[in-house]
């Protein structure tokens, strides 16, 4: 150790640097010395400081707290890798006191006694859920399936290696019972029988958790064996006898669920009154919006074109007009439709025909006879002088006749 | 009548609308509150009483392995063809996932350009890729794509993270494993076996 060190001056480190220490606890193994000094609340002498003091290592440039401190809140947290190793250490201590003791009463012995009987019930305790968390974590997160046969393999060792703790801890209780009554100490018999009641609770829950970890290693046997079977079912599919040399037209047959049954949930109408609150209002609004994007609502707003034909006379003059317009039209391919019509010389019959009247026409047509027509989607320009002869430019698309080839295919 | 009367649990609602679609209820799930639903549903007490409840409305809860589905009650499974199509494709995908380096099970979580990867380097592996049928996917991403989504609408999987494109195997999928263990094979002892396959081969 780089300087000589007391209890007061790592306290006081950790305290300072909580935030970095927290930060490095919660990303473990992955924190660059860069990554660390970038943040704001460390500077490169800080970080010196809690170097010489090992409380940080840096190994390749990769920062991680001392494995002392990380263990230490583990431990208090009750989580990380179990290590039931020291929990022997517990127990050799344990057994040496009781030596001593037993040659010397004396009461600094007895006092060692309590302690380590008190720390092997603590340790007991928590890294049997330790080993719970773990079981379940492994089961419901390793990803790899061989890794995680093997750590529940090695959790059923650590588990027997947790009961022999217990077997041993239990022995050496019944052992030393006479001893114990000799000291006719008060606290040492509390924690005796507390230690006691936990062995019994503890071993309750070491079986739960075998029985968990059998029961998660044959779900994964399963799989494995659902997947060997798996592969065979595919083979027997790849040479087209699945039907035949398998049940497995009766196996799905007999699926029952509502989704492979094509069963949809139910669906309700909307109630009527629902409509008439603000709510449905506004729904009924974002409907009516989405169907503006549909065909249908083109031709709703195309309808209201009609009365641009003021003079009822004239308009059905021109509509006898209209067929005769459009074959004389379809029969030629110099013009399009609206250089067509604007141009058109009208029989005088018909009366005056306005500029209007003739965009109407072109509408008309364009919607009455769609099918014999040729939309090219591109729009040409069109100027002209409106009737305050102000010069103006209309777009209008170009329309060709169809060509009679198209027409058959139609 | 309402749910006090009942004593449901006051998701019921929920475990509804999900199940009622024909999804599962996994364990592991996690969008839509499903492990809490899951939770609900598995304690003995609400058990029964949404089963009663949903009995009335001839809907069955049924329990798999850490997953709950509804079937209709007194009503005949259809579509027969349509089912048979659907498990043979689900045949290919877990053939596909059983032969992977890295065998893709429950709690698996994936990215599907890993598989993609793994198939492209592995020309068996490529070839049962591009064996399952799908429509419209060019690629080998685009198919494992397809496949991804189509098992996330039958909620077998979930797509945990939409950025990172990263999908999570949810207990559900032992409903898949369940149907190809109850699938057996009858052994070919006789000749007339060989001899049908044969003529089915030819």
């Known amino acids: 150790m780089a300087l000589q060190v007391n209890v007061n001056d790592i306290l006081s480190q950790l305290y300072q640097n909580r935030g970095v220490v927290e930060f490095l606890f919660a990303n473990r193994e992955n924190i660059t010395v860069n990554e660390l000094l970038s943040r704001e609340d460390i500077s490169a002498d800080q970080y010196q400081k809690l170097k010489s003091l090992d409380l940080v290592y840096e190994y390749e440039s990769v920062v991680s707290l001392n494995d002392a401190v990380v263990a230490m809140f583990e431990d208090f947290m009750e989580i990380g890798e179990v290590t039931p190793g020291f929990i022997n250490d517990y127990i050799n201590e344990l057994k040496r006191h009781i030596r001593f003791y037993q040659e010397v009463h004396e009461h600094r012995f007895l006092r060692s006694i309590k302690k380590y009987l008190k720390r092997i019930n603590v340790a007991l305790t928590r890294e049997i859920i330790k080993l719970q968390k773990n079981v379940d974590d492994t089961y419901k997160n390793e990803a790899n399936y061989r890794i995680k046969i093997h750590k529940l393999e090695d959790y059923r060792e650590k588990r027997d290696t947790i009961i022999d703790f217990i077997r041993k801890t239990e022995e050496i209780i019944t052992d030393t019972r006479q001893l114990f009554v000799h000291t006719n100490d008060q606290e040492l018999y509390g924690i005796v029988n507390s230690l006691k009641i936990n062995l019994i609770e503890n071993l309750d829950f070491l079986i739960e958790i075998q029985t968990d970890i059998t029961d998660y290693i044959n779900k994964i046997q399963f799989q494995l064996d659902v997947y060997v079977k798996a592969q065979r079912l595919k083979e027997i599919k790849d040479h087209g006898t699945l039907h035949y040399r398998t049940n497995f037209n009766e196996v799905i047959k007999d699926i029952n669920s509502l989704r492979f049954n094509n069963i949809k949930g139910p669906r309700t109408k909307i109630a009527i009154d629902f409509l008439f609150t603000d709510e449905g209002h506004v729904l009924c609004k974002k409907v009516a919006e989405k169907y503006k994007l549909s065909r249908l609502m083109m031709r709703g707003i195309a309808g209201k074109l009609p009365s641009n034909f003021k003079d009822q006379i004239i308009d059905n003059q021109i509509k006898l007009d209209v067929e005769k317009l459009v074959d004389r039209f379809l029969n030629q391919n110099k013009l399009n439709l609206f250089e067509y019509l604007i141009d058109y010389k009208f029989p005088k019959a018909v009366g005056n025909i306005t500029f209007e009247d003739r965009l109407s026409l072109f509408v008309e047509i364009t919607m009455e006879y769609q099918n014999n027509l040729d939309f090219k989607y591109r729009l040409n320009y069109h100027d002209y002088l409106d009737n305050e002869k102000v010069k103006k430019r209309l777009g209008y698309t170009l329309i060709l006749p169809l060509t009679k080839k198209e027409k058959v295919m139609k | 009548m309402n749910e006090i009367d009942y004593n449901l649990p006051k998701q019921t609602h929920d475990i509804f609308a999900i199940m009622a679609r024909g999804h599962f209820i996994s364990s592991n799930g996690t969008k839509d509150n499903m492990s809490r639903l899951y939770d609900i549903i598995n304690n003995p007490e609400n ?156």
Request: charged share 30%; hydrophobic share 35%; proline share 1%.
């Open chain 2, 47 to 202: 058990f029964d009483r949404l089963q009663a409840f949903f009995n009335v409305i001839r809907y069955n809860v049924e329990r798999g392995n850490n997953y709950f589905y509804f079937s209709r009650l007194n009503e005949a499974n259809s579509l027969i063809e349509q089912k048979l199509e659907t498990f043979e494709r689900y045949i290919d995908v877990i053939d596909l996932f059983a032969s992977m380096d890295n065998k893709i099970t429950i709690g698996s979580r994936f990215r599907p350009s890993e598989i993609a990867e793994e198939c492209n380097a592995n020309v068996r592996l490529k070839q049962k890729l591009q064996k399952i049928p799908m429509y419209r996917s060019e690629t080998l991403l685009n198919k494992v794509r397809d496949i991804c989504n189509l098992m996330t609408r039958d909620s077998f999987l979930e797509l945990e993270d939409e950025q990172t494109e990263s999908y999570k195997v949810l207990d559900a999928y032992t409903y898949l494993l369940d149907m190809i263990n109850a699938i057996s094979i009858y052994e070919e002892t006789t000749g007339t076996d060989s001899n049908s396959s044969g003529i089915i081969l030819n």
